[in-house]
């Protein structure tokens, strides 16, 4: 961490107050029972992380949405998983006062549960991750308890799977008939059962929520999930207005877009001006060895 002298701009983080504590389980828990809201945002770099962090933000999912925000891919299927691992390091060592929450890509635990338990296991060794998340329905019970049993702490995924993209034909809402309601209550009970430590429900609508909201004991993040989540989780990149798309449940805070094209005009303007580093040069020849330089 800098903090240089003149006038460079001192930044301090949640890690290096003397008073923070780390973001656990028990944390979200307590936040939970006291009807204190948890903000969560999605977080790809150790840099990004840092600020969110000192700002106050107590849990950072890092997403699969990496794929679309960071390699600019059109869907969250094409995050590798080794990338995954090494961007959810990146995040921790930002931010080592957050709860990190680390998504397991796609492929990385439907085809064999033996798979699925070592693949969360490094993220929980190599990538630092508090938890993993998984877009699970009822049929992944019996991983959910494997990795519990295992020791890997799991955020089950329910509603809106983005990874089902391809099986659907896009993405879309749920819970608005009262059969996909009612399923998704008894998954979110099921997936409980099975020893999930928190929920995320994305797309849903808000009686769901507030229904399993009131049927489990353990936190309830939504993604567009109404109002009675215990927290709520946007993509950073569409809460600073850096999307091309916005989802109708984020309005951006900034649109830094929009600021970030005007910083590279101006850029450009001063490149090409020839102004740049005509006077400022930070790095100056002494006179003596200049004198020497040109008169070789």
Known sequence: MRHDTGDTVTINTMSET??????????????????EKI?????YDATTARHLAAGGVPVLLVGDTAA???????????????FMVEITAAVKRGAPDCFVMADMPFMSYQADDAEAVRNAGRFLTEGRADAVKLEVDARFAPLVEKLARAGAPVVA?????????????????????????????DQAECMEAAGAVMLL????????AQRIVERVKIP????????AC??????????????????????????LGRWIAEAGKTWVELVQSGEYLRDTHPYPMPPDQAKRFFNR
């Open 201 to 208: 429900l994305e797309a849903t609508a808000a009686e769901v």
């Open 157 to 185: 995924h329910l509603g809106s799977l983005p990874q089902h993209v391809k099986h659907f034909g896009g993405y879309r809402s749920t819970g608005r008939t009262a059969e996909q309601a009612r399923s998704l209550v």
């Open 39 to 43: 903000a969560v945002l999605t977080c």
């Open 68 to 82: 679309e925000m960071i390699l600019g891919h059109d869907t969250t299927l094409h995050a590798p998983l080794d």
């Open 18 to 35: 003397s008073d923070s504590k780390p973001v656990t389980l028990r944390t979200l828990r307590k936040m939970a029972e006291r009807g």
């Open 230 to 255: 215990h927290g709520h989780v946007v993509v950073l990149h569409d809460w600073l207005g850096l999307s091309d798309w916005q989802p109708p449940f984020v309005q951006p805070t900034e649109k």
């Open 220 to 227: 309830v993040i939504g993604c567009g999930a109404g109002p």
